[in-house]
């Protein structure tokens, strides 16, 4: 083994120049606030997927495991709970949306950058709450039913205020985008002139402002009936355990959006660039996110199908959960047709991108059997239900996070990617995760519960199937962040725009500097005009 | 209409149905899968360039409003039809059935309770006749549960604080899962029962001979230790507790009686008969190693007659 040649160091760090713990801890850069978001959030995705393995092992075998029933139920919660709230919710709008919404938009900085940096803060002291509760630790489920939840001994009042304080954060930046992208747009930048991402992160935005602080009171209620025994779910209190479910998914559903809609937005970006072909259907595309935002909010009812809700409410709900469909079905037209005749590039980000769209395909279809009532009742709190939410968000927002990893990693490190690594982690990652999550559609159809230590020994064998994949699928992770950590250091010098993208993050240095542009661009156009105008146009 | 009895077995009407509103949207779903991701994989290989290749010039295609369209006006029309097949199917699980013979379904941590219409209650296994139509009026005494039949494709939450129904249909004779389907704790996922459909003359002398031991429990008849077994069925024990040696979400009762128990707090302590009082009615006083503090109490839900008698049954496990 010959240590390789020493890594070329960069001609210009840009915004990297500055070092040290204080220069990053106190920086208003949104650049640098987005770095450090990344590296929280990523580094929780590591530790809940690290949670996720254990449960996967211990589902290898049907009866007690190595950990006992009670410690598998904190396991899937905290698996849950990192996943959901400090993760997937802010791993796309606060990490990347911080870093590129300026630079996407010709501005030099969000509207309020010291609103920026407490926001980020807040958001790790809300993780160091949440944190605390693990001396006493939850065994809830991420959702936090009552009356178990009011009943539970675990320190669920910690949590709750824990990701109240995260919640606050996310509320914030949300205002934060709001206010930037209708103010600091650069001139000649119309609303539709902006990048998809921009529409998408404002849709995103939108809901996080408008729904989060539901869940916010909702963790007050459910910390007043703990702490002072004040009956709102219990009805040994006088409460009613279904206006917690409807209170939890009023919020929780939107924030479903909130997880896809910013990796639909990363996905708007990468196939253009890499089809070589003006985005197909703008317009539809970006009115389709707005649209998604506003159905988002009225279809939360569809959790709620065998819960003991009233039938008719159910038929509604059911009716208007069928109206999410179409806007997401048009996306999916549309980025689909982009491809058409284009001239495509596989590189890693257009990989992972085609693989959003092929997880997200099936992850929507396999939602058609939950929105529709008969079909629910079966499958509802089965495996089936479990399937569906991971090749939507696992296989969904995290394959969109991954294409806008592998897509600006050259302009946020100064350095490219090693193409042939990133390339073997995808294939591990898509192996992986298939063999993972598609046996579950099996399981729940056979009647699998979810959320069970101990099952009948005649579900192992699709059990077993679906461990394995766990290990393929984290092999493919861990080859793909090491290759993260060594060209972050080591990798080729990257140009300032390696993909040749119209965008204007790419007209500026990689990596930019503090400030951005070195004048504010004037922006003529849509960011879409690849191909030869005039050539079987419209 | 075709069952998906490949996978797993029909065993009532709701099952039936349930799976025709399967194959339906499943049909809908495969065509859709086809043709969505055909089309994503050929354009992506068929215009594929590679790497150091000069870029081929592609045409400046934007928009096609037709072809727009037609995509929100077809499958539009077949989500509605989706929708309408789910809506007829569920609207036909929740209808009441003619004649019905009504069954209360108890939920608690964790185990499941029936209660018959001649006041019987068993723990555990829901007994029906075949072909007669039943309607469970179901709640919980703690918190939500759910009440699952993958046979019968049939699933209800069960609250505390207020009824839920659910109607079945038992149509084959046989034995068949019930599940809890919503998370309640610890022994969640042991909170299961039996549904036993059987042949309705078998059923009637199987009530029958439940009856006689009723009889004979209310005059008195009955041995201590058998009285104590049946309270301990009907009050929850065995939910988490077993009489055969393998500890559950509590420690086995077998040969506990008498026993040196160790405890949480390092001591440890011999199961006589004022040990078994207290752990049954103050749960928390004394922990047993290895095992978390969740058991409920039973003060003012088991007399001192009944502890006796439990006590009695536990001196027979040996």
């Known amino acids: 083994m010959t240590e390789r040649a020493a890594a070329v160091p960069l001609a210009d760090r840009g915004y990297l120049t500055e070092r040290g713990f204080r220069a990053w801890a106190t920086t208003l850069d949104h650049k640098r606030i987005g770095v450090m978001y990344l590296f929280t959030t990523l580094f929780f995705f590591l530790v809940g997927g690290l949670f996720a393995i254990v449960i996967r092992l211990k589902l290898m075998t049907p009866g007690p495991g190595f950990i006992s029933d009670h410690t598998y139920n904190v396991f899937f919660t905290i698996h849950g709970a990192l996943m959901i709230f400090i993760f997937v919710i802010p791993a796309i709008p606060s990490s990347l949306g911080n870093f590129f919404i300026p630079l996407l938009i010709g501005a030099r900085d969000v509207a309020f950058p010291r609103l920026n940096l407490f926001s980020y803060w807040l958001f790790v002291a809300g993780i160091c709450v949440v944190f605390g509760s693990l001396l006493n630790p939850m065994d809830t489920g991420w959702t936090f039913y009552a009356p178990y939840s009011t009943r539970t001994a675990a320190a669920v009042t910690v949590l709750a205020f824990g990701l109240f304080m995260t919640g606050m954060s996310t509320i914030l930046t949300g205002l934060n985008f709001v206010v930037t992208i209708h103010k600091l747009r650069a001139p000649g930048m119309t609303w539709y002139r902006m990048p998809l991402f921009i529409w998408a992160m404002y849709a995103t935005s939108i809901i996080n402002v408008l729904a989060t602080p539901v869940i916010g009171i909702t963790f007050l209620l459910l910390a007043a009936e703990r702490l002072f025994g004040i009956g709102f779910f219990d009805p040994a209190k006088g409460g009613d355990p279904l206006l917690f479910q409807h209170f939890f998914w009023f919020y929780s559903h939107p924030v479903v959006y909130v997880m896809i809609l910013p990796a639909m937005g990363i996905i708007s970006e990468v196939i253009p660039v890499f089809a070589r072909k003006p985005i197909f259907g703008y317009k539809a595309i970006a009115y389709s996110a707005l649209a998604i935002a506003f159905i988002s909010f009225l279809v939360w009812g569809h959790h709620m199908f065998v819960s003991g809700m009233s039938t008719v409410a159910g038929v509604i709900f059911s009716f208007l959960t069928f109206f999410v469909a179409v806007p997401t079905g048009i996306k999916i037209f549309n980025w689909i047709a982009t491809l058409y005749k284009g001239s495509i590039h596989l590189d890693s980000p257009m990989l992972y991108a085609l693989t959003f769209i092929f997880h997200f395909i099936i992850g929507g279809l396999t939602g058609m059997f939950l929105g529709a009532l008969g079909t629910d009742v079966h499958v509802h709190d089965t495996y089936f239900l479990v399937g569906h939410f991971h090749y939507t968000i696992m296989g969904g927002t995290i394959m969109g996070l991954f294409a806008g990893l592998h897509y600006w990693f050259p302009k946020m490190t100064g350095r490219l990617l090693d193409e042939l690594r990133a390339k073997l982690a995808w294939l591990f990652i898509i192996v992986g995760f298939n063999v993972t999550f598609f046996p579950m559609f099996i399981l729940g159809y056979l009647g699998m519960p979810r959320r069970y230590a101990e099952y009948p020994p005649r579900f192992q064998t699709l059990h077993i199937v679906s461990t394995v994949g766990s290990w393929v699928l984290t092999i493919g992770i861990a080859i793909m962040f090491l290759n993260f950590l060594r060209c972050m250091r080591k990798g080729q010098p990257a140009p300032a725009n390696p993909w040749r993208a119209l965008t204007l993050e790419w007209q500026t240095a990689s990596p930019p500097a503090t400030d951005n542009f070195e004048t504010i661009p004037t922006v003529t156009t849509w960011p879409y005009g690849y191909g030869k105008k005039g050539d079987a146009g419209e | ?318």
Not at chain 2, 176 to 187: E, K, L, P, R, V
Not at chain 2, 227 to 247: F, I, N, Y
Not at chain 2, 275 to 286: G, H, L, T
Request: charge should be neutral; glycine fraction near 8%; include cysteine.
């Open chain 2, 1 to 318: 209409m075709p069952a998906l009895t490949f996978l797993h077995g029909e065993a009532s009407r709701s099952a039936g149905e349930v799976d025709g509103a399967f194959i339906f949207i499943a049909a809908i779903c495969i065509f859709f899968f086809l043709l969505t991701q055909g089309f994503l994989i050929y354009f992506a290989l068929r215009y594929r360039r590679k790497k150091g290749e000069p870029d081929v010039e592609t045409p400046y295609i934007t928009d096609n409003h037709t072809l727009e369209t037609v995509w929100v006006i077809v499958p539009s029309l077949l989500l509605l039809a989706i929708f309408a097949y789910g809506y007829v199917v569920f609207i036909d699980l929740k209808s009441p059935l003619a004649h019905a013979t009504e069954i209360a379904v108890t939920a608690q941590q964790w185990q499941w309770s029936f209660t018959y219409p001649d006041g019987r209650t068993v723990v555990g296994e829901l007994r029906l006749p075949v072909g007669r139509p039943v309607k469970l009026t179901m709640t919980s005494r703690d918190v939500i549960h759910g009440f699952f039949i993958p046979a019968y494709r049939q699933k209800q939450d069960v609250l505390p604080g207020r009824y839920t129904y659910l109607w079945l249909e038992p149509d084959r004779v046989g034995s068949y899962d019930i599940f809890c389907s919503q998370y309640c704790g610890t022994g969640h996922s042991l909170m299961r029962a039996t549904l036993v459909v059987m042949p309705a003359a078998a059923y009637a002398q199987w009530v029958e001979q439940q009856e006689a031991k009723a009889r004979q429990a209310k005059a008195g008849t009955e041995p201590l230790a058998e009285k104590g077994e049946e309270l301990m069925e009907q009050s929850g024990c065995l939910g988490c507790h077993t009489v055969d040696g393998t500890p559950k979400v509590g420690p086995t009762l077998k040969g506990l009686y008498g026993k040196s128990v160790p405890l949480s707090t390092g001591q440890s302590v011999t199961a006589d008969d004022d040990y078994i009082r207290e752990s049954i009615v103050d749960p928390n006083a004394k922990i047993v190693k290895g095992f978390p503090p969740i058991m409920p109490t039973f003060r003012g839900k088991l007399s001192a007659d009944d502890i006796r008698a439990i006590i009695a049954y536990l001196k027979t496990l040996h």
